[in-house]
C-alpha cells in the first residue's frame, strides 16, 4: 500500500527555523497537509493544500511543495511548537489517505 | 461552530462488539465527508476509512477493509465506527474528522475528541 516518509525526529533551538520533510510517490498529483499533535489533543491542522494555512495558525507555519516532497517549514520557532508533527495525503487515485510516519520536533 | 463530540471511553474483552458514534454540529452534516482515524498507544496516525452522510458512500483504507464497518446516520447528524470481533491490538484512540475531499485533495478541517478503546482480557 502507498506510504508517505517523514523523519523520526528533528531538533532545533528556540528561534531557529525547523523543516520537516515529507516524502511520496503520488505527491506530485495530490495535495498534502501537515498537522500538529501536542501530547493528549487532538491533532491540529497547520497546512493544507501544499501551501495553505488556515485562519488562525501563525504565519511562522508555511508549506511548499517539489516533485515527490513536501516540506513543512516552522520560522522562529517557541518552545510551544515543540509536538509531532504529521503529513497527509492520498492515493494516486484518491481513494482513500495516508498519513506519513509522524516527525518529532524537539526545540532545545 | 463545527464541532464533532465522540462517545465516551470504552472497556471490552477480546470478541466482544462494539459500535462508537461522533456527532457533527454547527454545519450542514450530510455534505461533508467524515473520516476515522486510529491511534495506537505511543504510535502515529493511521487513515481507516471514510463515510459520505449524504448517500452512506463508504471508502476504506486497503489494512482496515474488513476490519471494521463505518456507516452514518444523516437524520440524527451522526457517524458510526463498529467491530463485530474486537481484538486486544485494538486498543487505540479512535478520531472523528470532518473532511474536505475531492479527487485532488482530501484534508481534515476538525477533529474530535477521540475515543479511547481498551480491548483487555
Known amino acids: 500500500s502507498y506510504e508517505l516518509t517523514q523523519p523520526p525526529s528533528v531538533s532545533v533551538s528556540p528561534g531557529q527555523t525547523a523543516r520537516i520533510t515529507c516524502s511520496g510517490d503520488a505527491l506530485p498529483n495530490q495535495y498534502a497537509s501537515w498537522y500538529q499533535q501536542k501530547p493528549g489533543q487532538a491533532p491540529v491542522l497547520v497546512i493544507y493544500?501544499?501551501?495553505e494555512r488556515p485562519s488562525g495558525i501563525p504565519e511562522r507555519f508555511s508549506g511548499s511543495s517539489s516533485g515527490t516532497t513536501v516540506t513543512l517549514t516552522i520560522t522562529g520557532v517557541p518552545a510551544e511548537d515543540e509536538a509531532d508533527y504529521y503529513c497527509?495525503?492520498?492515493?494516486?487515485?484518491?481513494?482513500?489517505?495516508?498519513f506519513g510516519g509522524g516527525t518529532r520536533l524537539t526545540v532545545l | 461552530e463545527v464541532q464533532l463530540v465522540q462517545s465516551g471511553a470504552e472497556v471490552k474483552k477480546p470478541g466482544e462488539s462494539l459500535k462508537i458514534s461522533c456527532k457533527g454540529s454547527g454545519y450542514n452534516f450530510a455534505r461533508y465527508w467524515i473520516g476515522w482515524v486510529r491511534q495506537m498507544p505511543g504510535k502515529g496516525l493511521e487513515w481507516m476509512g471514510i463515510v459520505y452522510p449524504g448517500d452512506s458512500d463508504t471508502r476504506y483504507s486497503p489494512s482496515f477493509q474488513g476490519q471494521v464497518t463505518i456507516s452514518a446516520d444523516r437524520s440524527i447528524n451522526t457517524a458510526y465506527l463498529q467491530w463485530s470481533s474486537l481484538k486486544a491490538s485494538d486498543t487505540a484512540i479512535y478520531y472523528c474528522a470532518r473532511l474536505q475531499y475531492t479527487s485532488a485533495t482530501n484534508y481534515i478541517d476538525y477533529w474530535g475528541q477521540g475515543t479511547l478503546v481498551n480491548v483487555s482480557s
Open positions: 493544500k501544499d501551501t
Open positions: 497527509q495525503s492520498a492515493d494516486s487515485s484518491g481513494t482513500y489517505g495516508v
